[in-house]
């Protein structure tokens, strides 16, 4: 089997790229050309990949790839992810994220419509929630640029599936994290200031709404469900989630506590970083996966904060030494 991973250098891209290439997949990673190249993620993978030049805002140059992969497998993660980053953004992001998503579609229409297509959906597209928890029938009231982005790429998917009669799937990933997941993400911001407040190179974390609730996992375990649902007969969206919300405190608390600190003595809340339009309480009903896909997180919340502190201390420590 070949795949080809959008994304592949991000988060998920390289637990995703872990997984198939475990199952025996020839793996294929689109990276866009750059002049600074950030393969940290897939350093230790890259003699088992296989990398193709293209861009989701150059629409040839994603045929091209295609064509010469001829892939059976597609997962398109790359977009850009930061939400408070779509504000000073917008259409950068409405580009990657949002036509990003249509012009991958259009070009596997045409040089390989009988492959199968992953789409990564999130959880913001619920925004402003009409219900709790969310499933699959929920509407969406996205409250972000991001979150809008990825409502079109949600529904442009639903839309060729049933136009063309593809294999194209969405993912409604609610939040999930890692050891691997970018600094500029409150989780990873969290986990990095706490390693470093332990370690005596800083005093202060500044972060902005502390009850902000949200749905975390690991995404180790949010790849699994991806592959899982391209191996189905039907093509199907699925909401992927915990069930459980934690605050922002909460992680805090957890993430401190691990290293025998007080929240309290550190944090600092910072205007800067407060959302123009915060959303209110996602919670995930993962029911269909679980029943259909036979999914279920294998990492619990507690375990996932203590984790990435432990990654971020020893990747401080290695590099101090």
Known sequence: MKALITGITGQDGSYLAELLLDKGYKVWGMVRRSSTETFERIDHLRDRLELVQADLLDPSSLAQALGEVEPEEIYNLAAQSFVPTSWSQPT???EFTGLGVVRMLEAMRVACPGAKFYQASSSEMFGKVREVPQNELTAFHPRSPYA????YGHYITVNYRESFDLFAVSGILF????PRRGR????RKITDAV???KLGQTNELRLGNLDAQRDWGYAGDYV?????????DRPEDYVIATGQTHSVKQFLEIAFDHVGLHWQDYVVQDPRFMRPAEVDQLVGDAGKARTQLD???SVSFEDLVRMMVDADLALLQGAVT
Request: hydrophobic share 45%; no cysteine.
């Open 184 to 187: 500029e993400f409150v989780t």
């Open 224 to 232: 699994r469900a991806m592959w899982l649902m391209l191996q189905q």
């Open 175 to 178: 939040n999930h994290e890692s």
């Open 295 to 297: 999914w279920e997180p």
């Open 195 to 197: 390693a470093r407040i």
């Open 148 to 151: 809008v982005a990825k409502t």
């Open 92 to 94: 950068l992001t409405g």
